[in-house]
C-alpha cells in the first residue's frame, strides 16, 4: 500500500472509534449544534440542513448495570448499552436526540430517555404502499424540522434541505461505488476496515465523509487486484460489532463483498428521488421505497431474493446472518429467507451478535467449521 492509501484507513479507523471527540472537534471548530440519531432510519438532512452534525447512537462495548431498572432483560444490546451510556452522561453533550420508533424497545427507550438532550420523536408508517403514508410521514417530516426549529431558535429553510439531500445522495453514490471496489481489493479493504469506512459515516458531515471515500476509492484502483484466496461472503442483519467479531471474519479470510446491514448498506441502498413533489414528499418516497429491511414492511418479503441476487451478483460463497440477539423484527424475517436459502442451495450460518459478550471462541469455532465445509 501507498502512503496516502494508509493514511485514509488511519483516518477512518479513528473517526469510527472516537465519536466523543469529533462531537467536541465540530462544536469547537464549527460552533454549531450536534443531534443524535437513534437507529434505525431518521431523516438526517433536515439536521444537516440547519448547520447541525448528525451522529449516529448505536451504543457500544458497555457493561450494563444501571439499564436493567429500565429495561426489560430482553431489550436487545444497542437500546441497553445507549440506555446506560445516557445514565452515565455519555450524550449530555448532545443538544438533542431523534428518535424514530419502529420497534418497541426504541418506543420504550425514547419515553424512558434520562439525558438531559430534549427528545424529538416521529414514527414511519409501515403501511408503506398506499399514498396516505407518504401524506403522512410528510407531516412527521414537518413536525421534526419545526421542533428542531424551536430548540435551536432558527429556521431551516427548504432550500436548505434540498440542497443537504443532494448532499447526501452524492454520499450515498459513492458509498455504493464504495461497496463494489472493496469487493476487489479484500487484502486491503479487510472487514475491519470496510466496517471503519461505513461506521465513520456517523460522526462526519456526509461531504466531508464524501471527500474522504472519493480519495480512498481512487487510491484503491492505483492498487493491482490480485486473486483472492480466501472465501467472500455478504453479511445481513443489523450490525457487526463488537469488533472481535470482525476480527474472527479477517482471521479466517472472509472477505466482505457486499452487506445487507442496517448499520451499513442499508442507509445508502437507494437515493432520494430528484423529482416528483416538494422536497419532505421525496424524503419520504425514500422510506417508501426502501426494500428488504425487516424494520420496513414488507407483506411480499423480498429480502431472500434480494440476498440471493447479491450473492449471484458478487459470486459470493455464502451468507453470513448475524443476528442481533433479542431483535424481533429480524428474527421474524429469518425462517422465510432461510427457508429460500435452503430450497436454493445458498449456504449460510447465523451467529448472535451481542454488544454485552465477552467471549467469541464459540463463535469462532463455528466459523471455523462454516469456512472448512464451504
Known amino acids: 500500500m501507498k502512503g496516502r492509501l494508509e493514511e485514509l484507513i488511519h483516518i477512518f479507523e479513528d473517526v469510527a472509534n472516537n465519536p466523543k471527540r469529533m462531537v467536541a472537534e465540530y462544536k469547537k471548530e464549527v460552533g454549531k449544534e450536534v443531534i443524535g440519531v437513534m437507529p434505525v432510519y431518521a431523516p438526517e438532512e433536515i439536521i444537516h440542513a440547519a448547520g447541525c452534525l448528525p451522529i449516529g ?35 449530555d453533550i448532545l443538544d438533542a436526540v431523534l428518535f424514530s420508533v419502529p420497534c418497541d424497545t426504541l418506543k420504550c427507550l425514547s419515553q424512558k430517555w434520562k ?102 476509492i481512487a487510491e484503491l484502483k492505483k492498487e493491482t487486484i490480485v486473486p483472492w484466496d480466501g472465501k467472500k461472503v455478504i453479511l445481513t442483519g443489523i450490525m457487526t460489532e463488537p469488533v472481535e467479531l470482525l476480527q474472527i471474519f479477517k482471521d479466517e479470510k472472509l472477505a466482505i463483498v457486499a452487506d445487507d446491514l442496517a448499520h451499513e448498506s442499508r442507509q445508502f441502498r437507494g437515493d432520494v428521488p430528484e ?56 428474527e421474524f424475517d429469518y425462517p422465510v429467507y432461510y427457508r429460500e436459502f435452503t430450497e436454493s442451495g445458498i449456504k449460510n450460518i447465523t451467529v448472535e451478535v451481542d454488544l454485552e459478550v465477552s467471549s467469541f471462541e464459540q463463535i469462532r469455532t463455528r466459523i471455523q467449521t462454516f469456512k472448512d465445509i464451504l
Open 57 to 91: 447512537l448505536w451504543g457500544g462495548k458497555k457493561e450494563v448495570s444501571k439499564a436493567r431498572a429500565y429495561l426489560p432483560p430482553f431489550a436487545c444490546s444497542i437500546m441497553q448499552t445507549v440506555m446506560e451510556l445516557q445514565i452515565g452522561g455519555t450524550y
Open 115 to 216: 439525558g438531559k438532550s430534549p427528545v424529538i420523536v416521529f414514527t414511519h408508517p409501515q403501511n408503506r404502499v398506499i399514498e396516505g403514508a407518504n401524506a403522512y410521514l410528510v407531516k412527521e417530516y414537518q413536525s421534526v424540522k419545526e421542533k428542531l426549529e424551536g430548540i435551536l431558535g432558527r429556521t431551516i429553510s427548504m432550500e436548505a434541505i434540498e440542497e443537504s439531500v443532494k448532499i447526501y445522495n452524492e454520499n450515498r453514490r459513492i458509498m455504493r461505488e464504495f461497496v463494489e471496489v472493496a469487493a476487489q481489493y479484500p487484502q486491503i479493504i479487510d472487514p475491519i476496515v470496510r466496517h471503519n469506512v461505513m461506521k465513520s459515516r456517523w460522526f462526519l458531515r456526509k461531504e466531508k465523509h464524501t471527500e474522504y471515500v472519493k480519495e480512498l
Open 275 to 330: 423529482e416528483g413533489g416538494d422536497v419532505l414528499y421525496r424524503m419520504a418516497k425514500w422510506w417508501q421505497n426502501l426494500e428488504g429491511c425487516s424494520l420496513a414492511t414488507d407483506t411480499n418479503k423480498g429480502r431472500g431474493q434480494m440476498l440471493m441476487d447479491m450473492c449471484k451478483d458478487t459470486k459470493a460463497d455464502a451468507v453470513i446472518v448475524c443476528m442481533m440477539k433479542f431483535c424481533d423484527p429480524e
